[in-house]
């Protein structure tokens, strides 16, 4: 059972690690992107699990809840942001097994982690710890989802503002475009709406160019 005791100070955590990534393996260490996002996805990854164990959160259980719903609406908001992916200039990139292992490390391992950080524990934290009887009423979920939304843009912001490239207006684009896939996840109640979104936005990029789309971060 998800505990309601200071849920925020998780949403913090996230925020400080989603910016202490950004800024310290990409604008203090201008680590290469397969490092980053190596250095980033392990930080997620230790983030979840330390969640999961003290708040007591069966991640197989939530992947499990409406899953199919999950998935559909992850692919129907993905091909939604999938339009202003290619909407960008485009690069060159590597072909046959290279943009297959590009595919898999920046498409799968990297949307994943940010759907992690930047939509799921944001919404797990605030909305999944409330009691049954506050989400049965129309009203407490709306409440607790505009919070929930509200928190998932202070994360994706201050993970983006970690970045050199997204400090000033640049970072609205990736917290509209987050707020997007953070909607979908409260709408169908499953995780995976934010994962499969994620992966499939991160993989258009690398369809697209690596070099020239602002959703694969970071840029030298």
């Known amino acids: 059972m998800i505990r309601a005791d200071l849920p925020w100070k998780w949403v913090l955590l996230a925020g400080a690690v989603g910016f202490g990534s950004s800024r310290i393996y990409s604008s203090l260490l201008h680590w290469p992107r397969p490092w980053f996002v190596l250095a980033y996805s392990v930080t997620v990854s230790i983030l979840l699990a330390l969640y999961a164990s003290r708040e007591r959160v069966s991640l197989l259980l939530q992947t499990r ?5 999950g998935v559909v609406f992850g692919l129907l908001i993905g091909a939604l942001l999938l339009f202003q992916v290619f909407s960008q200039p485009a690069s060159s990139g590597p072909t046959g097994l290279g943009l297959l292992a590009d595919l898999a490390w ?6 994943t982690a940010d759907a992690v950080l930047l939509s799921v524990i944001p919404v797990l934290t605030l ?3 409330q009691p049954p009887e506050v989400l049965r009423s129309p009203g407490g979920r709306t409440r607790w989802a505009g919070v ?5 843009a202070l994360v994706t912001a201050l993970y ?3 970045f050199d490239e997204f400090r000033g207006p640049q970072v609205i684009q990736p917290v509209v475009g987050n ?3 953070t909607l979908g996840y409260l709408l169908c109640g499953s ?3 934010a994962v499969v979104a994620h992966v499939l936005m991160h993989g258009g990029a690398v369809l697209h160019g690596m070099e020239t789309t602002v959703q694969l971060p970071p840029h030298y």
């Open 191 to 193: 995780p995976l709406a």
């Open 160 to 162: 983006h503002l970690g």
């Open 127 to 129: 909305y999944g710890s």
């Open 148 to 152: 929930a939304v509200a928190a998932s």
């Open 65 to 69: 809840r409406h899953a199919r719903t």
């Open 179 to 181: 707020l997007i896939i």
């Open 106 to 111: 920046y498409g799968v391992v990297y949307g």
